[in-house]
């Protein structure tokens, strides 16, 4: 199987194939729902992509795709990793919440947007979230104060420590256990994984939401130095920095591995609808690797926001497949309530679309346009339309133009050539960040507008500039 080759042959088995194994799922229980985000994992930094450089090694991710439904085009929404995470957990761009940078995620977004968990709960679902949260620094805004279950994992921006788990990290704070400031030991990856373990083995017998969101590979660079020495010696051209990377691969792997075992173990695998992704691009600091993309976190091009998607429900629908329609992280949550047969939200619509048409093979038709905006203040955006891509990289007045059909590491720029093009893709944008708030940092949403209120920036304005640009550096 060569899994990043079109697949649409493969998708239209027909629905009389697949639409059975979906109608007997619905006839049971309402799956669990597995959403297991990892960060900053490069889009090669996977062996299941052919790309991958010889030192990557991810045999139960690369078993996940196998058994599951391996989506060549999935989309996150952002760059970076808050504004990701929101939009992720509520549905709906998180520019409708004036999330556009990762300054303004880190400080949380407004209770009226309802999450995940919220959704799912009043089906019966217990819920839990594990890892990495930053969406807000104070206990209302932590995932207990959103509507989770259960919660171990720290609240900050960035990433955290991965040895020191009793001492508060000076980025990212200490480690909580359901709203309780806690003091752990052992290493980070490998704790979030146990929490994860242990919640399936004790609820296994209703229903339950798991959102597993690891800090790996996120900085700091830090893995066990035995795990370090063995890449270096397999592989002695390795950079030390590479050979980091790859330890705290190695255990991101295990941990993923872990988790699906427990599931089978538990005997609830064949009734849990589980996805896994990345949060943005692999990051260039950390040396992630994102080929064959263009670019890298923090960046509008594909290697930026293109993330490795896996999607898997036994139960469901059939898996050994490879899907290449676009499909993004909106998509998750509209999924997830059409499989536990939860109405969607009439009063804020999700953005997203359900993918178990696409995954059922009842259509090859989804969601045709997709958009990216960092604010005014930065100029960034994207939007994809189709086979083509409008981008403007954060900073920059130049916009470029890409078919991603014919020129998906987007090496050519067609923009001068297509005036018309640029033109319609531009006008698609403008009318969609017109539905979208203000940034809530009190940016423009437009590069050279006036910030929100017009005039000068007040002194908070400019404390909330700061804050951006701290959160910025804590990204890189």
């Given at each position: 199987?060569?899994?990043?080759?079109?697949?649409?042959?493969?998708?239209?088995?027909?629905?009389?194939?697949?639409?059975?194994?979906v109608?007997?799922?619905?006839?049971?229980?309402?799956?669990?729902?597995?959403?297991?985000?990892?960060?900053?994992?490069?889009?090669a930094?996977?062996?299941?992509?052919?790309?991958?450089?010889?030192?990557?090694?991810?045999?139960?991710?690369?078993?996940?795709?196998?058994?599951?439904?391996?989506?060549?085009?999935?989309?996150?929404?952002?760059?970076?990793?808050?504004?990701?995470?929101?939009?992720?957990l509520?549905?709906?761009?998180?520019?409708?919440?004036?999330?556009?940078?990762?300054?303004?995620?880190?400080?949380?977004?407004?209770?009226?947007?309802?999450?995940?968990?919220?959704?799912?709960?009043?089906?019966?679902?217990?819920?839990?979230?594990?890892?990495?949260?930053?969406?807000?620094?104070?206990?209302?805004?932590?995932?207990?104060?959103?509507?989770?279950?259960?919660?171990?994992?720290?609240l900050?921006?960035?990433?955290?420590?991965?040895?020191?788990?009793?001492?508060?990290d000076?980025?990212?704070?200490?480690?909580?256990?359901?709203?309780?400031?806690?003091?752990?030991?052992?290493?980070?990856?490998?704790?979030?994984?146990?929490?994860?373990?242990?919640?399936?083995?004790?609820?296994?017998?209703?229903?339950?939401?798991?959102?597993?969101?690891?800090?790996?590979?996120?900085?700091?660079?830090?893995?066990?130095?035995?795990d370090?020495?063995?890449?270096?010696?397999?592989?002695?051209?390795?950079?030390?920095?590479?050979?980091?990377?790859?330890?705290?691969?190695?255990?991101?792997?295990?941990?993923?591995?872990?988790?699906?075992?427990?599931?089978?173990?538990?005997?609830?695998?064949?009734?849990?609808?589980?996805?896994?992704?990345?949060?943005?691009?692999?990051?260039?600091?950390?040396?992630?690797?994102?080929?064959?993309?263009?670019?890298?976190?923090?960046?509008?091009?594909?290697?930026?926001?293109?993330?490795?998607?896996?999607?898997?429900?036994?139960?469901?629908?059939?898996?050994?497949?490879?899907?290449?329609?676009?499909?993004?992280s909106l998509?998750?949550?509209?999924?997830?309530?059409?499989?536990?047969?939860?109405?969607l939200?009439?009063?804020?619509?999700?953005?997203?679309?359900?993918?178990?048409?696409?995954?059922?093979?009842?259509?090859?038709?989804?969601?045709?346009?997709?958009?990216?905006?960092?604010?005014?203040?930065?100029?960034?955006?994207?939007?994809?339309?189709?086979?083509?891509?409008?981008?403007?990289?954060?900073?920059?007045a130049?916009?470029?133009?890409?078919?991603?059909?014919?020129?998906?590491?987007e090496?050519?720029?067609?923009?001068?050539?297509?005036?018309?093009?640029?033109?319609?893709?531009?006008?698609?944008y403008?009318?969609?960040?017109?539905?979208?708030?203000?940034?809530?940092?009190?940016?423009?949403?437009?590069?050279?507008?006036?910030?929100?209120?017009?005039?000068?920036?007040?002194?908070?304005?400019k404390?909330?500039?700061?804050?951006?640009?701290?959160?910025k550096?804590?990204?890189?």
């Open positions: 199987m060569r899994p990043f080759l079109p697949a649409l042959s493969v998708l239209l088995l027909g629905a009389s194939l697949l639409a059975p194994l109608g007997r799922a619905a006839e049971s229980r309402p799956p669990n729902v597995v959403v297991i985000l990892t960060d900053d994992q490069g889009y930094d996977i062996s299941f992509n052919p790309h991958h450089p010889k030192e990557v090694a991810t045999p139960h991710l690369d078993a996940l795709a196998r058994e599951g439904v391996w989506f060549s085009q999935g989309y996150i929404t952002g760059n970076v990793c808050s504004p990701t995470r929101a939009g992720l509520t549905g709906r761009y998180q520019q409708r919440a004036g999330v556009y940078t990762a300054g303004e995620g880190g400080r949380g977004i407004a209770q009226s947007e309802k999450i995940f968990p919220r959704f799912l709960q009043p089906a019966g679902y217990i819920t839990a979230a594990y890892g990495k949260w930053h969406l807000g620094l104070t206990l209302e805004q932590s995932p207990i104060g959103r509507g989770f279950d259960r919660w171990y994992g720290f900050g921006r960035g990433g955290h420590d991965y040895f020191d788990l009793a001492q508060a000076p980025e990212s704070g200490p480690m909580y256990r359901d709203g309780k400031e806690i003091k752990d030991t052992g290493y980070m990856t490998t704790r979030l994984t146990d929490e994860a373990v242990a919640f399936i083995q004790q609820h296994k017998a209703q229903p339950f939401y798991i959102h597993l969101a690891y800090n790996a590979v996120h900085a700091p660079a830090q893995a066990p130095a035995e370090i020495a063995r890449f270096k010696q397999q592989f002695p051209n390795l950079s030390t920095a590479r050979a980091t990377l790859m330890a705290m691969l190695y255990h991101l792997d295990l941990g993923v591995g872990r988790v699906v075992d427990t599931l089978k173990q538990a005997g609830v695998w064949e009734n849990t609808l589980l996805f896994f992704l990345t949060d943005n691009g692999g990051s260039r600091a950390m040396g992630a690797v994102n080929t064959p993309l263009r670019g890298a976190k923090q960046q509008n091009y594909e290697g930026g926001i293109r993330t490795p998607f896996i999607v898997s429900w036994p139960a469901g629908f059939k898996g050994g497949r490879t899907i290449d329609i676009p499909v993004s998509d998750i949550l509209p999924t997830a309530l059409e499989a536990a047969r939860v109405p939200p009439t009063d804020r619509p999700l953005d997203g679309r359900s993918l178990l048409p696409l995954l059922a093979g009842t259509t090859s038709q989804h969601i045709d346009t997709f958009y990216w905006s960092e604010g005014g203040e930065v100029g960034g955006f994207a939007v994809r339309s189709g086979d083509w891509k409008l981008v403007q990289q954060r900073g920059q130049k916009v470029e133009l890409f078919n991603l059909a014919r020129d998906p590491a090496t050519t720029d067609l923009a001068p050539q297509n005036a018309a093009k640029v033109g319609e893709l531009t006008k698609l403008e009318a969609w960040l017109d539905q979208m708030a203000a940034p809530m940092s009190g940016a423009p949403k437009r590069p050279g507008a006036q910030p929100a209120g017009g005039g000068k920036k007040s002194k908070a304005e404390r909330k500039a700061r804050d951006e640009e701290r959160a550096k804590q990204e890189d």
